[in-house]
């Protein structure tokens, strides 16, 4: 049996059943990280191949076509992801004795996409539609980009392609155009935390916010038990120095960097908001140590180093050096914040 749509998307699912008999043929989903796009869309492409569909446009879970969908082996869908995210899927199968020579891939390549053609080429299996999923559709590298580019402008009939994204602004303007815009929003704080705690998460308020309200971000966070490698940057950026600065980047080279410039971007966020307003949303743990700094940065120091960082996260996928990227980052903050 497939997995129902989570309950804050409730009503997201009932607006798009209002254009479900006037689906265009592509759709992409866009939302904040971490609140449960790739499992709307997935359910939402069952339900689009579903054989006796519900009348909440949910599938049936009993048709022989949801019987595909869920043994993954549905002749009519195809799901494009990156190789990093197949990997996860698939879990340690292979008992840790083996071991790859290089790192899965975190961008969609155009290989994944070329595949496509036969599959779109060839009549489908039920006569009904063929369906593609794919995300995060800013992993796209550039030449895949193009390649969706040129299939999303000559669209064969007959087929649906549902994409999901956490920023726009990392997309081609070409594919944007190409899609209708479907937006996913974040659940209300407490509508999260009641699902938090039907999870069983300690402490499901700090996590959640320290995850700017995204609950599946919450529940990833909170299950690997500690908040280690945020509080290093969290107390460098709370003590800036140079010296710190770089003993943290060198802590902190092997940490993913998409996190800790996300990490550092809310820190940021909250620093301004104090300064302005005196409300904190991320980091209520750390309200003293920001009040504190809030007193002695400037206006100007802060906004460039939110543009700094802003800039920064289109990099972080792929660095050149981790650790010197670190290193600059903290550097710039601190020349902006001590």
Known sequence: MSQMIFPWQQDAWTQLQQVRHRLPHAVLFHGPAGIGKAAFIEHFAQALLCEDVRADGHPCNACASCGWFAQQSHPDFRRIRPEAFEEEAAGDDEGGETKKSKAPSKEIKIEQVRQLADFMNISTHRQGLRVVVLYPAEALNM????????????????????????????????ILSRCRKFALALPAHEEALAWLAEQGVQDADGWLREQGGAPLAALAQAETGNREEMDTLLQCLAHPSVELALRTADKMQKVPLTAVVAWQQRWLYDLFSIKLTGRIRYYPRYQRELKGLADRVTVPGMLAAIKGTAERRATSDHPLSPKLFLEDMLLDYTTCCA
């Open 143 to 174: 030449p895949a980009s193009n390649a969706l580019l040129k299939t999303l402008e000559e669209p064969p009939p007959g087929t649906v392609f549902l994409l999901s994204s956490n920023s726009l602004d990392r997309l081609l303007p070409t």
